[in-house]
């Protein structure tokens, strides 16, 4: 199979978070999506979903009303996934994060796609290998993890498994850039791939700074988006440094790294929030304190800066 015969994509967890989105990029590519979740609740909020992704792109110049109907129509949802996959081409798998439970689908998902078909997974932490076991297609396996919204952030994560093949991750490569993403070959499998292992790092470091005193968690989301984010979004770390000098790194890195945080266990700052039952948004209170206002106030600053980059990004 090339990236022209594919035809049809299954997305299987469509009413989450990221399985919508992804599936309303297929569909706005041409694409013929199978919509897939566990019951018609679920499907009737990927519904709303979609067509409140598709309002903001239309909103912001990134999808006309034409284009948008035709997507809405190149999508069918159901609930049995059998016949939801039955003559797919590629699937992509984003249901919650359980190892075990993605094992079962996939071990479903490959008894009753064809023999052709690609199996990924929108994990953004297990490694291919691990769901892959659960196949008798290992090279027709590999992760493909998205962002968060997936219609807006360019990057998507393509992690080749032990077992991949060279002709899949080439195929799922193109059909990507098809899509107008921006793939980054993971070459080899590690747990949080590229993306994650990084916002690890800041994280472990940036829970320290608030445990110790040096910061409160508004000062920190402050230097961040007044600093690093700021340039990080046009140039990246190695080329920044370059930029500066690798000298100048590297005097920095001496003085510092040895004060930086490293432990290997979850930070008692963050088991302390979680175990008080203070998760985020969700619970009203987490690191910083949520009334509905917050929250929309947040998500339509985010929504409006990321539909400037992407349409700064589409200018020649």
């Known amino acids: 199979m090339t990236v022209d015969d594919v035809r049809k994509v299954a997305v299987i967890g469509g009413a989450g978070l990221m399985g919508h989105g992804i599936a309303l990029e297929f569909a706005l590519a041409g694409f013929h999506v199978s919509l897939s979740d566990v019951d018609e609740d679920a499907l009737n909020r990927g519904w709303d979903r979609i067509h409140e992704s598709l309002q903001l792109l239309q909103q912001c110049g990134l999808a006309k009303p034409d284009a948008a ?34 094992r079962a689908v996939f071990r479903q998902l490959d008894e009753y796609c064809p023999p052709h078909a690609i199996l990924t997974s929108n994990s953004s932490g297990f490694t291919p290998s691990l769901m892959a076991e659960a196949t008798t297609r290992p090279q027709q396996f590999l992760g493909m ?24 991750v080439e195929l799922m490569t193109s059909l990507l850039k098809r899509l107008g993403k921006t793939p980054v070959l993971v070459r080899r499998e590690v747990p949080g791939f590229i ?7 800041v994280w472990r470091e940036i829970l320290k700074l608030v445990a110790d005193g040096v910061a409160t968690p508004e000062d920190i989301d402050l230097v961040m988006t007044s600093s690093i984010g700021r340039r990080w979004s046009v140039a990246g770390p190695f080329e920044i440094t370059d930029l500066a000098g690798l000298d100048l790194k590297q005097a920095i890195l001496t003085e510092l790294l040895p004060s930086l945080a490293s432990s290997a266990d979850v930070p008692a700052i963050l088991n302390e ?9 969700k619970t009203g209170n987490g690191f910083r304190a949520w009334t509905p206002e917050k929250v929309r106030d947040v998500k339509e600053r985010l929504a409006r800066a990321l539909t400037k980059i992407a349409q700064w990004d589409e200018q020649p």
Do not use: C, M, W
């Open 145 to 168: 993890h998205y962002f968060n919204p997936p219609y807006l952030i360019p990057l998507v994560e393509v992690i080749r498994g032990e077992q991949t093949s060279d002709a899949t």
């Open 273 to 281: 929030k979680v175990e008080q039952g203070n998760l985020g948004v």
């Open 69 to 102: 109907d035709a997507a809405l129509g190149q999508i069918e949802a159901g609930f049995d996934l059998r016949a939801a996959v039955d003559d797919v081409d590629v699937v992509v798998e984003s249901i919650d994060e359980n190892i075990e439970q993605k």
């Open 195 to 201: 993306a994650n292992r990084i916002q690890a790092a």
